[in-house]
């Protein structure tokens, strides 16, 4: 350990005179960073990383370096950043257009996210796994754009390259139903979800949307309710969508109680009262 020690001090030591004759230099601040992040500290090796795509701009390297660092440490918005600086620096460059995707994404920047994971499904050529992946999140930036039909399709483009993906048919079946479009697709996409993954309370909600929306109610109930038992942590929405189906089946008194919890817990206020208001 003492050697060990001893090692690391004579290489700070010869990083730090390298820096201090050569402070721009992008390949001793790399070595410098990588160096640093081996020891752990990865906020200094973040802060010589962001030296170096200052020093040298066309660094690929040093910029794809950096955005994993960022993700390392969680620092989203400076992700978000770096990658989106590195995908405009280097376009044809499918690892930057993707990380710029993801990191808005997270952040709620729709927009800028839509438009990277374009860009990136563009640039893709023999990975279905890769092009499943971008087109999945694509969906989900354009469905929270209000683009239903570009969602779609963007979820169909991730599936004909991933047909067993459980949150991408999850996601697809759901909207679809939230659109009521579609059905019996949906109806496809959410049993296979489920088929894939029985035991998720979130699927087991879905397909009971589905079969709401299809007018299969004692179905739908028989889902909602498995839903209920097996989730964790319940929340509004399982309890919301209940209700709906007990009214659909005439049970009033049961809606009620449902869509009175599902207030409880958080519900849309004036949505949940308007249901309630109009069967009692």
Known sequence: ?????????????????ALRMHPRDAPILMVAADFQQLRGAISASQKLLTRAVDSDPGNRLAWSNLIALDANLGALEEMAQHALEAMERFPLEVEFALMTGMAHLDMGDHATSADALQRGLGLITDDKALEARVAGMLGDALHALGEAERAAAAYERSLANDPNNPMVLNNHAYYLALEGKNLERALECSSLALALNPSSANLMDTHAWVLYKLERYPEALDYITQALFYSEKQGPAFLDHDGDIRAAMGDK??????????????????????KIKAIS
């Open 1 to 17: 350990v003492d050697l060990e020690a001893s090692v690391n001090e004579s290489v700070d030591e010869l990083l730090e005179i």
């Open 253 to 274: 008194e049961g809606a009620i109680n449902s869509w009175k919890k599902a207030l409880e817990l958080g519900g849309d206020k004036d949505e949940i009262n308007l």
